[in-house]
């Protein structure tokens, strides 16, 4: 089994950028690596994932452009660079192992393929 332990979070101004890291122990090469996100009052939501055999990833729509996945499968570890903070990116974010790799599960409200949960830590983006 899969274990996932995330760090890097915490409070930042709007417009500021933060790294999120997932340290994975276990199959690391064995599952996709995601990230979800789950704001006050609102569903989960998947905003990327990425393949740590080939790197290729998925990101959603709300954070293309600003955020960024990559893995250092050295160190098993899948990192997410945001940058361009907003107020909305408020919310606890969620390493996630993904059994299957489509985009309608990276991208769903993580119900659906997921193996392991790390416990999630929060980001807060100031305004």
């Known amino acids: 089994e899969i274990q996932l332990v995330e760090s890097g979070a915490g409070l930042v101004q709007a417009g500021g950028s933060l790294r999120l890291s997932c340290v994975a122990s276990?199959?690391?090469?064995?599952?996709?690596i995601g990230w979800f996100r789950q704001a006050p009052g609102k569903e989960r939501e998947g905003i990327s994932c990425?393949?740590?055999?080939?790197?290729?990833?998925y990101s959603s729509n709300s954070v293309k452009g600003r955020f960024a996945i990559s893995a250092d499968n050295a160190e098993n570890t899948v990192y997410l660079q945001m940058n361009s903070l907003k107020p909305e990116d408020t919310a606890v974010y969620y390493c996630?192992?993904?059994?299957?790799?489509?985009?309608?599960?990276?991208?769903?409200?993580?119900?659906?393929?997921?193996?392991?949960w790390g416990k999630g830590a929060l980001v807060t983006v100031s305004s």
């Open positions: 990425i393949n740590t055999s080939d790197g290729t990833a």
């Open positions: 276990g199959s690391f090469n064995d599952y996709i």
């Open positions: 996630a192992a993904i059994n299957y790799y489509t985009e309608d599960i990276c991208l769903g409200d993580g119900s659906l393929g997921v193996d392991s």
